[in-house]
């Protein structure tokens, strides 16, 4: 199993690098990364609903695929808007993450005003409805709306602040199950996941702090456009910490849904990964945190 792993992760990583490459040299921001959102979006929205029913929760389930899809997709009105006003490449306008956010804001609105009216059309009787109802905005919230930081640090920053965030958590989770299965001894949370210890743990922010200084030491300036200011070096390790650490409590965070609904993965559809979830657990909460850092200045070029 561990070798079916590393081979179908080294094929994942490689996809998403070629992918990556392409969209960095591509006109509009972000085009080339599209259609692999959609399918996360999708399949999150599937997989987040599985474990909601499994906890004998219903939320209205066309609600919460159609409003995923537009709350993560949704910042790219800022990108059509401008690319129709110009035949240059946004490469040189100095990005707003504002102009990114509002979209997504606007779209989690009206999500949550469709979930609504939907529980409202098909109410027959007392019961079940506030609990769906709250379950389908822990839907939206967990999967659309962190997702879309994920897209707003590509458009607002590049690819190479993306890839920042995704290298720092996937190599702090490479260092928390090395860390721990080498000199595992104190249980980190046993009721949530018996496995993930302390020294896991300190392993995964300390390998998520080095990766950070070395990403934005090499990486982000060469795939960052111009108009991003450098940030402070203590910035760098910041951003290892911080985000290490939102990237460890998503895991956990995943790891409780899945606890709470008595699965062992989110979907079986990708043998030795688990599900889509499995895999972007730690990038959802983590993604939201790398944003802001990059917001406030304290990651750069």
């Given amino acids: 199993m561990l070798r079916w792993r590393l081979l179908l992760g080294s094929v994942i990583i490689a996809a998403l690098t070629g992918?990556?490459?392409?969209d960095q040299a591509s006109a509009m921001p972000g085009v080339v990364l599209l259609p692999v959102l959609v399918l996360f979006a999708l399949l999150g929205s599937q997989e987040i609903l599985g474990l909601l029913r499994a906890c004998g929760m219903q939320p209205v389930g066309w609600v919460v695929y159609a409003g995923n899809l537009l709350v993560a997709v949704?910042?790219?009105?800022?990108?059509w808007a401008a690319h129709g006003r110009t035949a240059h490449a946004l490469a040189d306008v100095t990005p707003c993450a504002g102009d990114y956010t509002l979209p997504s804001m606007l779209a989690l609105a009206l999500a949550v005003i469709?979930?609504?009216?939907?529980e409202m059309w098909r109410f027959r009787r007392p019961g079940g409805v506030t609990a769906?109802?709250?379950?389908?905005?822990?839907a939206l919230v967990y999967v659309g709306l962190l997702l879309s930081f994920l897209v707003q640090i590509r458009l607002a920053w590049g690819v190479g602040a993306m890839a920042a965030l995704l290298i720092v958590v996937k190599i702090g989770d490479t260092g928390a199950y090395t860390v721990g299965r080498l000199?595992?001894?104190?249980?980190?949370?046993?009721?949530?996941?018996?496995?993930?210890?302390?020294?896991?743990?300190?392993?995964?922010?300390?390998?998520?702090c080095l990766a950070s200084w070395a990403t934005f030491r090499w990486l982000v300036p060469a795939t960052t456009r111009a108009a991003v200011p450098r940030g402070p070096w203590w910035?760098?390790?910041?951003?290892g910490l911080l985000v290490g650490l939102a990237g460890l409590l998503g895991d956990l965070a995943e790891s409780l849904l899945k606890r709470d609904s008595q699965r062992k993965d989110s979907s079986t559809w990708m043998p030795g990964f688990g599900g889509i979830l499995d895999i972007l657990d730690s990038i959802l909460l983590a993604a939201p945190v790398a944003y802001a850092l990059w917001a406030l200045g304290l990651a750069g070029r």
């Fill in 19 to 22: 992918l990556c490459w392409l």
């Fill in 183 to 208: 000199f595992g001894r104190h249980k980190m949370s046993p009721h949530i996941s018996p496995g993930k210890t302390l020294e896991g743990a300190a392993g995964a922010l300390a390998c998520s």
């Fill in 235 to 239: 910035g760098w390790v910041l951003f």
């Fill in 114 to 118: 469709v979930l609504v009216v939907a």
């Fill in 132 to 138: 769906n109802l709250a379950a389908g905005f822990l």
């Fill in 74 to 79: 949704a910042p790219w009105q800022a990108v």
